[in-house]
């Protein structure tokens, strides 16, 4: 448990991730082991600093206190454990959101004093933060969800549609190699993150590149023999 001295506010943050060890095996984003690792260990302590800059009380849960057999099961006791502790609210995120700011958490704890839930969309159907009051808080309900697949996003909506619901902007979350492309080419050049991943993951995306020039040139050499060499448009 880590609080300060604002712990009796009724929002609290729950940091809900795997350590850098068990994220590397479960997202084995860059080529070497070693980078893996420390690809996860860098968006660990990221998301813990952006955690602490907003002063409010926070918790975590990773691979060594989790309970139940699925995610759905995992995140809902989770939530479940930190509204025991006395708090109204839970503002849940992961540690797979480079886009995540302080602010938006701040926002977050802001809306849940008149919404029920507060969610903030990614881009692949899921979202990278959830807020519930303990009100609005069916755990049955919330462990069924479809949890890490693309339908998390509306099934979360339809949930709580009879709800006090309010909206975070969407942001990126990152489960792979072109997801951490896209976002680190959203970053400016000066950000020293930036140039954090894009050392780790150098090997990976020009891998990455290589592939996606193969996979063009062979749709292309393909409609060629078929007489239609003019149709296809080169994407790289």
């Given at each position: 448990?880590k609080?300060?001295n ?21 997202k084995?984003?860059?080529c ?29 849960s990773?691979e ?23 708090f ?50 069916d ?15 509306n099934?979360l ?9 309010a ?5 990126n ?36 590149h290589?592939e996606?020039?193969f ?6 050499f ?15």
């Amino acid at each position: 448990m880590k609080y300060t001295n604002n712990y009796f506010k009724t929002t609290a943050i729950l940091l809900f991730a795997l350590n850098e060890n068990a994220q590397s095996v479960s997202k084995p984003i860059a080529c070497q082991k070693k980078q893996k690792v420390l690809l996860w260990k860098n968006m660990n302590e990221r998301v813990l600093k952006t955690i602490q800059k907003t002063k409010l009380p926070y918790f975590i849960s990773d691979e060594t206190n989790q309970i139940g057999n699925t995610f759905g099961q995992k995140i809902s006791f989770a939530i479940q454990k930190v509204i025991y502790k006395g708090f109204d609210n839970v503002i849940v995120i992961g540690n797979d959101c480079i886009e995540l700011q302080s602010k938006y958490l701040l926002e977050a704890s802001n809306k849940l004093k008149t919404n029920d839930v507060i969610f903030g969309p990614d881009f692949n159907g899921g979202a990278y933060l959830i807020g519930v009051s303990k009100s609005s808080f069916d755990i049955e309900k919330f462990a069924a969800i479809s949890w890490q697949t693309c339908t998390v996003f509306n099934e979360l909506k339809e949930l709580y549609c009879n709800h006090n619901t309010a909206f975070l902007p969407g942001l990126n979350d990152c489960n792979s190699t072109p997801d951490f492309k896209k976002v680190i080419h959203r970053l400016s050049y000066s950000n020293p993150f930036r140039h954090l991943i894009f050392s780790l993951l150098q090997d990976k995306f020009f891998i990455h590149h290589c592939e996606t020039t193969f996979v063009s040139y062979e749709k292309y050499f393909f409609n060629f023999n078929k007489g239609s060499p003019f149709s296809v448009q080169i994407l790289v």
